[in-house]
T-cell receptor, first 110, second 110 residues
Framework: DAKTTQPPSMDCAEGRAANLPCNHS???????VYWYRQIHSQGPQYIIH???NNETNEMASLIITEDRKSSTLILPHATLRDTAVYYC???????????FGGGTRLMVKP | DVKVTQSSRYLVKRTGEKVFLECVQD?????MFWYRQDPGLGLRLIYF???????EKGDIPEGYSVSREKKERFSLILESASTNQTSMYLC?????????FGQGTRLTVV
């Protein structure tokens, strides 16, 4: 699986958009970008995934650059409950392993 | 929604004891995983299973074994618990793009 690089921490004001970047410059053509988050004392939670096109669901939007070497997870109106560690993962759909890196600790502040 | 249930939220065991951590999922998923999570080290994969009686080593299998006798249940076994196995243990099951995690078991070995 391709390696990902994320900033270790970010702050965001409540109600504002949170934009979490992820670099994955060695991504291959059949690898997807996944995002999970882990709220304190809970197991990780799936947020969204994509291959080439931008994706949106009820939780977030995923913007993938045209060369697919980086992506951004967007929480459009961050709330205090979005404070968590966010993990960007790149892997083939057929792969069995799910490898988590360090993630980005997002702190949403009032 | 999918439920992944870990048998205990907190456990305290003595050094040298044999410890069983149980995980049950209710959605007939083939893929199940065991991770441990430690401060500063993130989530590390211990073992995973892609079918009944099938298992693969993850990144840190030493000191652990697993059992998958039924599809819904994946057990992690610490043959002889040691203090360096004090950690948060997370179980997950996966279907296609999404992984579902349990709430975690915080194990303390004294």
């Amino acid at each position: 699986d391709a390696k990902t690089t994320q900033p270790p921490s970010m702050d965001c004001a409540e109600g504002r958009a949170a934009n979490l970047p992820c670099n994955h410059s060695t991504i291959s053509g059949n690898e997807y970008v996944y995002w999970y988050r882990q709220i304190h004392s809970q197991g990780p939670q799936y947020i969204i995934h994509g291959l080439k096109n931008n994706e949106t669901n009820e939780m977030a939007s995923l913007i993938i650059t045209e060369d697919r070497k980086s992506s951004t997870l967007i929480l459009p109106h961050a709330t205090l409950r979005d404070t968590a560690v966010y993990y960007c993962i790149v892997r083939e759909n057929a792969g069995n392993m799910l490898t988590f890196g360090g993630g980005t600790r997002l702190m949403v502040k009032p | 929604d999918v439920k992944v249930t870990q048998s205990s939220r907190y456990l305290v065991k003595r050094t040298g004891e044999k410890v069983f951590l149980e995980c049950v999922q209710d959605m007939d998923h083939e893929n199940m995983f065991w991770y441990r999570q430690d401060p500063g080290l993130g989530l590390r994969l211990i073992y995973f299973s892609y079918d009944v009686k099938m298992k693969e080593k993850g990144d840190i299998p030493e000191g652990y074994s697993v059992s998958r006798e039924k599809k819904e249940r994946f057990s992690l076994i610490l043959e002889s618990a040691s203090t360096n196995q004090t950690s948060m243990y997370l179980c997950a099951s996966r279907y296609e793009f999404r992984a579902f995690f349990g709430q975690g078991t915080r194990l303390t070995v004294v």
